[in-house]
């Protein structure tokens, strides 16, 4: 599988743990997975100005630990993105008060 393969599945995982875990049921954002990929999703939310609904649930859930945002931060994930990706996901973050372990 390759790494963008696996970070698509990644993605629809996180999908699934808010959903079970939150009890937040992601449809644009999981809409956005299956018709653009994992990836290319990530890609346009970072690129899109503010928060997204969903980052914005989950820091009121108190689940960042499970949003696009950390997840792009994580090896290997880190590598498909670019260093302005990169900063852009750290800084929402770093925006709500939370730091990734």
Request: with cysteine; proline share 2%.
């Amino acid at each position: 599988m390759s790494l963008e393969a696996a970070f698509h599945k990644e993605m629809l995982e996180i999908y699934e743990r808010a959903k079970t875990e939150c009890n937040y049921v992601a449809t644009r954002f999981r809409q956005m997975v299956g018709e653009h990929g994992g990836l290319a999703a990530a890609k346009r939310l970072l690129d899109s100005e503010g928060y997204s609904e969903g980052l914005t649930r989950l820091w009121e859930e108190g689940r960042l630990d499970i949003s696009m945002e950390t997840l792009v931060l994580r090896d290997p994930w880190r590598k498909l993105f670019t260093v302005e990706e990169l900063e852009i996901a750290q800084r929402r973050l770093n925006e709500l008060g939370y730091t990734p372990g």
